[in-house]
């Protein structure tokens, strides 16, 4: 990684406009994968401002604002002959990383030498980059396009069913779970620390035969709070860091908003209902869903479904018609409004909220009673 002072990147960092463009569980996106959406979105996409940090559970993604409205005006000036090749190209990395997924396993795995495992973890690692670009491409293009069936008509129908509903993304890190279980085995390591490394990092256990005491640290860090900056080709990860930490309470802060009574979002699925508002933040919170609840969350992932069946309605912070969250409520016909940006942070577990999903509207009928 390209090395910069840390003093001249803060002072640019805190001087652009940054907003939120997505938030995960850092569970389902630890850094290894940020790793991948980073750089692949660098790479192949052409961005050259993204900041993840990753705080406790959730890890945010920001984008610079002036960056990402060029970027958005680019591919809304897409023409026929670049929907095809993106298509293409789409269609090539995906059933590539398919192919990839379907000969990893156990048995084969374990059969490798140390060489053998290095040389198969890199053609994995490297077509990744790729997809992950990709992936989140066909989600921008949707963005911008409203996810107009026009446009999606490029597009094959299967590949983007894998994409955007299936667990595709679990389904690498199972795989990776596999890798990490033989490499671990080998060097005595536990598995769940690479996941909280560079893949550079892995690959240097090879030759140096065992993960050394500052990077075993390191990895432990990492999982409480780092801070991942690329700014016009300039690279820096960091935590433990006064400067990094401030930036990031900074934006946090500067997020916080007052609540409001009505939200609009895009309808995925049409609807009217009244239901109790629960807000899911992590796997802890699915507990407090109950048949008939409105389901209030940032995103929704494909283990989601117990939650999708007993809700009523499905409102999310992020989303477009292509996101999980609106393929599955049309899948179950639940109603379901998607994209209101700020859903999560407006209401509250127990309000009393009416979705109606023929305007698009989300609206505060009652505050929660408070005990």
Same mark, same amino acid.
């Given at each position: 990684?390209?090395?910069?002072a840390?003093?001249?990147?803060f ?21 290894? %994968? !940020?790793?991948? $959406?980073?750089?692949? *979105? ?5 961005? /050259?401002?993204?900041?993840? +940090?990753? =705080? ?25 002959n ?7 190209e789409?269609?090539d ?10 000969n ?26 790729? %997809? !992950?670009?990709? $992936?989140?491409?066909? *989600? ?5 396009? /409203?996810?107009?069936?026009? +446009?999606? =008509? ?24 596999i ?49 991942f ?7 820096l ?37 009244k ?66 940006k ?5 209401f ?16 505060l009928?009652?505050?929660r009673?408070?005990?």
């Open positions: 990684m390209e090395k910069m840390k003093k001249d990147i002072t640019e960092v805190e001087k652009i406009v940054w907003f939120r463009y997505a938030q995960r569980f850092s569970s389902d996106f630890p850094l290894i %994968f !940020v790793n991948y $959406f980073f750089k692949g *979105q660098g790479r192949y996409l052409g961005l /050259k401002r993204l900041l993840y +940090i990753n =705080k406790g559970a959730h890890v945010y993604a920001y984008r610079d604002k002036v960056e990402f409205k060029t970027f958005y005006n680019r591919i809304n000036n897409l023409k026929k670049n929907f095809r090749k993106i298509a293409q789409t269609d990395v995906t059933y590539k990383i398919l192919n990839i997924l379907k990893i396993s156990y048995i084969n795995i374990r059969k490798m030498s140390a060489p053998q495992l290095l040389k198969e973890f890199k053609i994995f690692n490297n077509c990744l980059y790729k %997809f !992950v670009a990709f $992936f989140i491409y066909i *989600q921008y293009i949707g963005q911008v396009y /409203k996810d107009d069936p026009k +446009i999606l =008509k490029y597009f094959d129908k299967e590949v983007i069913r894998i994409i955007r509903f299936t667990p595709i993304i679990p389904d690498i890190k199972k795989k990776f779970k890798y990490f279980d033989v490499i671990g085995h080998k060097f005595l390591i536990k598995a769940d620390l690479f996941f909280w490394l560079f893949p550079e990092e892995i690959e240097g256990i090879f030759k140096e035969q065992g993960l050394n005491k500052r990077l075993l640290q390191q990895a432990k860090l990492r999982k409480k709070f780092y801070l900056v690329s700014l016009d080709g300039r690279k990860f960091c935590n433990e860091n006064k400067n990094a930490i401030k930036i990031a309470e900074k934006l946090f802060n500067s997020e916080k908003i007052a609540r409001s009574t009505i939200l609009k979002g895009i309808v995925a699925y049409k609807g009217l209902v239901g109790k508002a629960k807000i899911i933040l992590n796997r802890k919170d699915f507990k407090k869903i109950k048949r008939g609840d409105v389901l209030v969350a940032v995103f929704t992932m494909p283990y989601y479904l117990p939650l999708f069946k007993k809700a009523s309605a499905i409102v999310t912070d992020e989303g477009g018609l292509l996101s999980h969250a609106s393929i599955m409520a049309r899948e179950l016909k639940k109603i379901c409004i998607i994209g209101t700020i859903a999560t942070k407006t509250k577990d127990g309000d009393l909220l009416e979705v109606n999903a023929n305007s698009g509207l989300v609206k009928l009652k505050k009673n408070k005990r």
